[in-house]
């Protein structure tokens, strides 16, 4: 299977699936008043994983899990903050660029995001000692209000938005140009909070605590539970991923065309 292959990748790298990879129905979210939350999709039961200090009197979103150091990145909403949370604590990484970031998903060592209300893909690596912000204008699409992101191993981005389901291929876009393309998907899937549990994609409908499974051929959704801690408030969701197919293809690109271009 897909699964076994990509474990048996891993282990020839010396790593190893976590365990709520090796599951494959659990997700995390990201709570409203604070707490990064391991979700099982199938039951909707729910349990605190990492706390989150830095939300207090804040609101935390953008959501983002880097499986392979096992370390998380979120933002608040009101500094632009971009925080690291990680099995030894708490660690404020950079400031963001002027905007709104509901939105995020790790992948090929960066935080990606799309600005809030644009079409403008962000990028930043968090490889480096020093942060680095790159952007992408998609085409294709209208402007973003969202939602959520989620990516695929093989660096394929979907993104749940006011405006539908739409879908990025990461390696294709354009470092020289800062540009992009994204296709529509549906205009009828509900606005959710998106997380890959190993190669399916689910999603969190905030308000309703409903949780679904997600086609990322045609953005049809089907309702797999409801969570049952529904002071549990899904601000914004990640999922377990592995990146052995992108992570290398898409450094290699950057460090080609000056994708590491710091920004002062």
């Known amino acids: ?18 365990p709520t990879l090796a599951m494959g129905s ?6 409203k008043t604070g707490g990064i939350y391991s979700i099982d999709v199938g039951t909707g039961a729910s349990s605190l994983y990492r706390a989150t200090p830095a939300v207090a009197s804040k ?13 998380f990145y979120y933002n608040t ?45 962000m990028r930043v690596d968090v490889t480096g000692g020093v942060p680095v912000v790159s952007n992408y204008t998609l085409s294709g699409v209208p402007n973003l209000t969202f939602g959520d992101i989620a990516i ?5 981005l979907y993104g749940s938005a006011a405006q539908g389901m739409f879908k990025v291929n990461l390696l294709s876009l354009n470092p020289g140009l800062g540009t992009g393309s994204a296709s529509l998907l549906s205009t009828s899937t ?3 909070q998106l997380g890959f549990a190993g190669n399916v994609l689910y999603g969190v409908q905030t308000d309703t605590d409903r949780v679904f ?29 592995p990146e052995p197919a992108g992570v290398l293809p898409l450094l290699a690109l950057g460090a080609a065309v000056g994708l590491r271009r710091r920004r002062g």
């Open 190 to 192: 509900p606005r959710l």
């Open 1 to 18: 299977s897909s699964m076994t292959k990509r474990a048996l990748f891993l282990a020839a790298c010396g790593l190893t699936l976590s």
């Open 26 to 31: 659990m997700i995390y979210g990201l709570n």
């Open 213 to 241: 499974h997600v086609n990322t051929g045609t953005g049809g959704v089907t309702q797999t539970s409801t969570l049952m801690d529904r002071s549990l408030t899904v601000q914004d969701a990640a999922g377990v991923v």
């Open 152 to 156: 695929n191993a093989d660096g394929e």
């Open 77 to 121: 909403q009101e500094d632009r903050k971009l925080y690291r949370v990680d099995s030894s604590g708490e660690s404020l990484v950079a400031t963001l660029p002027t905007g709104m970031y509901y939105d995020s998903a790790f992948w090929g060592g960066g935080y990606w995001s799309v600005r809030e209300g644009s079409r403008v893909l």
């Open 59 to 71: 609101t935390p979103n953008g959501l983002a899990y880097d499986v392979f150091n096992d370390a």
